[in-house]
Nanobody, 123 residues
Framework: QVQLVESGGGSVQPGGSLRLTCAIS????????MCWFRQVPGKSRDNVAS???????FYTWRVEGRFTVTKDNDKNTLSLQMNNLRPEDTATYYC?????????????????WGQGTQVTVSS
């Protein structure tokens, strides 16, 4: 059984940093393309950062230069380092995965999901 468990969310002031981690069990991450999504109430779940099976990263322009996504096949984890956080980054962040090399897909194309972790950026 494949499980994804996110951790690392919390509250931070604008300009601060947080690191999210997604721990995967039941399948090696070397077989997965993965993505961080975020969602605010009443809106769609949007792509934030993604990696293909080789670890090549992709970002939405909204976080380019501030966020870094990394897949660690030795630890079987996906991380998201978030720097210079802004109030508009406030959302529930979800880790998602699918087998296969394609990255930056729509939410419905991912087979495995974590439970989400809340990130709040406020002064």
């Amino acid at each position: 059984q494949v499980q994804l468990v996110e951790s690392g969310g919390g509250s931070v002031q604008p300009g601060g940093s947080l690191r999210l981690t997604c721990a995967i069990s039941g399948i090696p991450t070397s077989r997965l393309s993965m993505c961080w999504f975020r969602q605010v109430p009443g809106k769609s779940r949007d792509n934030v950062a993604s990696v293909d099976t080789y670890g090549k990263p992709f970002y939405t322009w909204r976080v380019e230069g501030r966020f870094t996504v990394t897949k660690d096949n030795d630890k079987n984890t996906l991380s998201l380092q978030m720097n210079n956080l802004r109030p508009e980054d406030t959302a529930t962040y979800y880790c998602a995965a699918r087998e296969g090399s394609a990255a930056w897909l729509d939410a419905e194309d991912y087979d495995y999901w974590g439970q989400g972790t809340q990130v709040t950026v406020s002064s």
